[in-house]
């Protein structure tokens, strides 16, 4: 099978992925494999891509928004039937034993195994799956559309929690890429006031057509106090201009895995009156659950742009130059 691989960590534009022939892998104990229909393109291919998260395997395959077929399971698999439709997500395994683990909080497990990180991920034909991290997809969503659900909207999902926005409250949306525009959508649909800062202007016309209450550039300030928000833009400097618009014990979740640094806070402006800063770490298989049907039951849609999975070094290019709104997603 042909398989893109992260051959040499660095700027996109130099072409850190190199596609290669790789036997095609066979399912272990409780593992299936699956033919691979689409796969989303997630920020954090590029921070891999690009060295900004180090490598923890040499040749790894990316891709953690993996949507396809079972064509084979290893011994002692029997969740899925051959020929149905999974998701693969970014939490591919946990020890199940540490002590998050045990209290429930397996995002923050102490020996997790990454999708397109620590494992071989969905930019090739075919991938494999430990069965009990793979997602059923709700049916009414084709491929395209589920893909980008399974880690921008997982991970959106945890971070509007994180957020903890009461019932008809306030919501800021600092950067406004694939988790985001999905991250919206739910947040209009409970009743959530949505307000976007962003720079790029198919970025603000994809939030103005989703609806949300206002848009304006990425640093601007407020046109309300927010009871929380969430910064998707991987840019530390708008930690202190999202806390600065928070009103009193409202939270600022950061959802992304990594972030340009933080400059010094003022602690009277962007912290007293008990605002809070934490970031958001992965998911847990049930938040996965929860997202999937919730975006089943309400509508919930991504806005794609398709490449053939041939193309996949020009989807994370245009990615990282910011030439598209909402998410890619790489076919085969
Ligand atoms: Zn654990
Ligand atoms: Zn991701």
Known sequence: MQAWVVATPGPVDDGPLRRVDRPLPEPGPGQVRLRVTCCGVCRTDLHLAEGDLAPRRPQVTPGHEVVGTVEAAGPG??????????GVPWLGRTDGSCRFCRRGDENLCTGPAFTGWDLDGGYADACLVDERYAYRLPPPIADEQAAPLLCAGIIGYRALRCADVPAGGRLGIYG?????????????????TVHVFTRGEQNKRLARTLGVDSVGEAADPSPEPLDGAILFAPAGDLVPVALRALDRGATLAVAGIWLSPIPGLDYTGELFQERRLRSVTANTRRDGEEFLRLAGRLGIRATTVAYPMAQAPAALADLAHGRFAGAAVLHN
Do not use: K, P
């Open 77 to 86: 698999a029997d969740r899925f039937a051959v020929g149905e439709r999974i």
């Open 176 to 192: 406004f890429g694939g988790s985001a525009h999905l991250t919206t959508q739910l947040a209009l649909a409970q009743g959530t």
